[in-house]
């Protein structure tokens, strides 16, 4: 792929996660999440790529991307494991990668431990079984309904995991929810100042090439980062045909035409014009009779890039989610994008052009007794039944898929 052009400022780092418990052990990193950090603005976008991504790997030839790491540890790769997935990241999606971070399964549910835990909003229902040493019985069942739940490190570790009733798309999905949820935990107990202190524990956790002070660097540009110059995206079904490679393994192959615009348009940072601009605010007045949904709601707007300015209840009078339009003109309202999150046709919009002075948000989202927040996880990470474009593939392939995945 053509490397990807940022400002020169912009730092890169991989977050991978083991599949092994201790960092000791290098294993296969089934987690990949590309960070772009641009500390001008500053903004953040964060990069999902499923394991199965079939990917060309240096010395190796194509092969799914969670094993790059431990082959590049095996066969003595420049800078190990963690030069491979930098190489490999590079050369099948153009994102030059600065720094890696990568965690095992004690260090991951030591971090949210020492974190008190992690709000997580669960958007759908969601249910497995796990291997616990905890239990009486050696596993334990765990049922999440769409609500907020507050999960203590063995827990995220589960959530974060899951794939019984469902699939690596939702996954990363998923994954990149707790990463948000852990930011906002360590911002709120202020643990920046702690870093030098907790540095050799982390060590002892994490492993990484990022030094104390780049640390603390990035540390202080995420302290004064705005939530609405956050943004998620993720390699999913829309430049990805699944396929049997000849060694007979499920894989995703990647439209090779496809990569270097989707990989544009999600290691954007938000443009400087709206990044100096407020967004948009939405009201979410909560009718659906349960609590914890209109905090759900909330926290989906805030990945769209919507400002929540409140949450509230409502009686359950509404079979139909709304929204009401306070805002006075049309010029460049994002009303097709709510309209998109919920599901809803223009006959669900009620106008109320309020002056800006004098209306409470620029929006209020009525979550009705149709209002199911799974849709919405939907739209950007192109999965199920949602209609998705279909690439053309390249003239000359590297690799043609020639029969459906198993």
């Given at each position: 792929?053509?490397?990807?052009?940022?400002?020169?400022?912009?730092?890169?780092?991989?977050?991978?996660?083991?599949?092994?418990?201790?960092?000791?052990?290098?294993?296969?990193?089934?987690?990949?999440?590309?960070?772009s950090?641009?500390?001008?603005?500053?903004?953040?976008?964060?990069?999902?790529?499923?394991?199965?991504f079939?990917?060309?790997?240096?010395?190796?030839?194509?092969?799914?991307?969670?094993?790059?790491?431990?082959?590049?540890?095996?066969?003595r790769y420049?800078?190990?494991?963690?030069?491979?997935?930098?190489?490999?990241?590079?050369?099948?999606?153009?994102?030059?990668?600065?720094?890696?971070?990568?965690?095992?399964?004690?260090?991951?549910?030591?971090?949210?431990?020492?974190?008190?835990?992690?709000?997580?909003?669960?958007?759908?229902?969601l249910?497995?079984?796990?291997?616990?040493?905890?239990?009486?019985?050696?596993?334990?069942d765990?049922?999440?309904?769409?609500?907020?739940?507050?999960?203590?490190g063995?827990?995220?570790?589960w959530?974060?995991?899951?794939?019984w009733?469902?699939?690596?798309?939702?996954?990363?999905?998923r994954?990149?929810?707790?990463?948000?949820?852990l930011?906002?935990?360590?911002?709120?107990?202020?643990?920046?100042?702690?870093?030098?202190?907790?540095?050799?524990t982390?060590?002892?956790?994490?492993?990484?090439?990022?030094?104390l002070?780049?640390?603390?660097?990035?540390?202080?540009?995420?302290?004064?980062?705005?939530?609405?110059?956050?943004?998620?995206?993720?390699?999913?079904?829309?430049?990805?045909?699944?396929?049997?490679?000849?060694?007979?393994g499920?894989?995703?192959?990647?439209?090779?035409?496809?990569?270097?615009?989707?990989?544009?348009?999600?290691?954007?940072?938000p443009?400087?014009?709206?990044?100096?601009?407020?967004a948009?605010?939405v009201?979410?007045?909560?009718?659906?009779?349960n609590e914890?949904?209109?905090?759900?709601?909330?926290?989906?707007?805030?990945w769209?890039?919507?400002?929540?300015?409140?949450?509230?209840?409502?009686?359950?009078?509404?079979?139909?989610?709304?929204?009401?339009?306070?805002?006075?003109?049309?010029?460049?309202?994002?009303?097709?994008?709510?309209?998109?999150?919920?599901?809803?046709?223009?006959?669900?919009?009620?106008?109320?052009?309020?002056?800006?002075?004098?209306?409470?948000?620029?929006?209020?989202?009525i979550?009705?007794?149709?209002y199911?927040?799974?849709?919405?996880?939907?739209?950007?990470?192109?999965?199920?039944?949602?209609?998705?474009?279909?690439?053309?593939p390249?003239?000359?392939?590297?690799?043609?898929?020639?029969?459906?995945?198993?």
């Amino acid at each position: 792929m053509p490397t990807l052009e940022q400002d020169p400022e912009t730092i890169n780092v991989v977050l991978l996660g083991s599949d092994q418990e201790a960092i000791d052990s290098v294993g296969r990193t089934d987690v990949i999440i590309i960070v772009s950090v641009n500390p001008d603005i500053p903004s953040v976008s964060l990069l999902s790529v499923p394991r199965d991504f079939y990917a060309w790997i240096p010395n190796e030839g194509f092969n799914k991307i969670n094993v790059a790491f431990s082959h590049g540890e095996r066969n003595r790769y420049p800078g190990g494991g963690a030069g491979m997935i930098k190489a490999v990241i590079e050369y099948n999606l153009g994102i030059p990668i600065h720094y890696y971070a990568r965690v095992g399964f004690d260090g991951f549910v030591k971090i949210v431990d020492a974190l008190g835990g992690v709000d997580v909003p669960v958007e759908c229902a969601l249910s497995d079984t796990f291997p616990d040493e905890e239990s009486p019985t050696g596993s334990t069942d765990v049922d999440w309904l769409p609500g907020v739940h507050h999960l203590d490190g063995k827990h995220a570790l589960w959530y974060a995991r899951s794939r019984w009733s469902t699939h690596d798309f939702d996954r990363n999905r998923r994954q990149q929810q707790v990463i948000r949820g852990l930011y906002h935990q360590a911002m709120t107990l202020d643990v920046i100042p702690k870093l030098p202190e907790l540095w050799g524990t982390l060590k002892e956790t994490v492993a990484t090439d990022l030094g104390l002070d780049e640390m603390l660097y990035l540390a202080n540009v995420g302290r004064n980062l705005d939530m609405t110059s956050v943004q998620s995206s993720f390699v999913g079904g829309d430049v990805l045909q699944s396929w049997t490679a000849p060694n007979g393994g499920y894989v995703l192959v990647p439209y090779r035409d496809a990569i270097p615009g989707l990989v544009a348009d999600a290691m954007a940072p938000p443009a400087m014009a709206r990044a100096q601009q407020q967004a948009f605010r939405v009201e979410v007045w909560n009718a659906t009779g349960n609590e914890g949904l209109g905090h759900v709601a909330a926290a989906r707007l805030g990945w769209e890039g919507f400002e929540v300015a409140a949450v509230k209840g409502a009686p359950p009078n509404y079979p139909r989610t709304q929204i009401v339009d306070f805002t006075t003109t049309s010029k460049g309202s994002p009303l097709w994008r709510l309209r998109r999150i919920y599901r809803l046709t223009l006959d669900d919009v009620v106008a109320q052009p309020t002056d800006e002075e004098e209306r409470p948000a620029d929006f209020r989202v009525i979550l009705g007794g149709d209002y199911d927040p799974c849709f919405a996880t939907k739209i950007r990470w192109h999965y199920d039944d949602l209609p998705t474009p279909t690439p053309l593939p390249p003239a000359t392939p590297l690799v043609t898929p020639t029969s459906p995945g198993s």
